[in-house]
């Protein structure tokens, strides 16, 4: 049975994606863990949280150079991505024990992707209560707080 998340905040994203200044994974890529909740930094890319998740702990993956070709990407980055995601997997599990992920890279708004033009893996991790669990994570008042929270239980559980 495949159910599909309910995410209201994500309405709010995409409709200030195209107002941004500058770019959030680059900002994200040279500015502060806390701040830009960045959980993990590898050599050619690093990880961050999702400011507006479909489900708790929504990892993303991005290369730390300004890239939004996929074809684009080097050997190097490629590999580490997905090693990175694999290791989010890890971290999660510790933390949240997840009943399953969502893997995939979101190419061209229509697609999904609400950041164009520097390439990114989504890491979305599912409980077979999704919808149980899902109305905790709508209060978005809630919700720095909450995403402050794990992304310092998840850079903890990092595998090293
Ligand atoms: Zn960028």
């Known amino acids: 049975m495949t159910r599909q998340l309910w995410a209201p905040w994500r309405l709010e994203y995409i409709r200030q994606a195209d107002e941004l200044e500058g770019c959030v994974f680059c900002l994200a890529a040279s500015g502060e863990d806390e701040e830009m909740l960045v959980v993990h930094r590898g050599e050619t890319a690093f990880v961050l949280l999702n400011k507006f998740p479909y489900a708790s702990g929504h990892l993303m993956v991005a290369p730390h150079r300004h890239a939004g070709d ?7 980055e490629a590999l580490e991505a997905h090693r990175l995601a694999a290791d989010g997997m890890t971290a999660l599990s510790a933390t949240f024990a997840p009943e399953g992920y969502n893997v995939g890279w979101n ?17 979305v991790p599912r409980w077979s209560g999704d919808t149980n669990f899902m109305p905790v994570l709508a209060d978005v008042k809630v919700l720095p ?16």
Do not use: M, N, S, Y
């Open 145 to 160: 707080e909450h995403l402050a929270e794990t992304r310092a239980k998840l850079a903890a559980a990092w595998p090293t």
């Open 107 to 123: 190419l061209g708004r229509v697609a999904g992707a609400g950041i164009v033009d520097h390439v990114h893996l989504h890491v």
């Open 70 to 76: 996929f074809a684009g990407l080097t050997d190097a």
